[in-house]
Nanobody, 112 residues
Framework: QVQLVESGGGLVQAGGSLRLSCVVS????????MGWYRQAPGKQRELVAL???????NYADSAKGRFAISRDNAKNTVYLQMNNLKPEDTAVYYC??????WGQGTQVTVSS
């Protein structure tokens, strides 16, 4: 059973930065893809960024140029570096691992 635990969320002013971390129980070397999703109040959960086992990435249009996803296989951790945050980035951010594994979520709030 794969367990994911996120951290790094918080309250930040617009233009600020946060780095989210997702620690995975067990090795992530063989996990095909991992990613970050987010869900704002009243909205559907949406993909923010995805990284595959060989390192290729995909980003939502809203995240391109501002967010960067990375993975450290030695630490079984996936990161999401978020820069130039905007109020519309406010949401609960969830870590995802291929096979339909999810973390509990971490709140990100960006004030204007």
């Amino acid at each position: 059973q794969v367990q994911l635990v996120e951290s790094g969320g918080g309250l930040v002013q617009a233009g600020g930065s946060l780095r989210l971390s997702c620690v995975v129980s067990g090795s992530i070397v063989n996990i095909n893809a991992m990613g970050w999703y987010r869900q704002a109040p009243g909205k559907q959960r949406e993909l923010v960024a995805l990284i595959r086992s060989r390192g290729s990435t995909n980003y939502a249009d809203s995240a391109k140029g501002r967010f960067a996803i990375s993975r450290d296989n030695a630490k079984n951790t996936v990161y999401l570096q978020m820069n130039n945050l905007k109020p519309e980035d406010t949401a609960v951010y969830y870590c995802y691992a291929y096979g339909d594994y999810w973390g509990q979520g971490t709140q990100v709030t960006v004030s204007s």
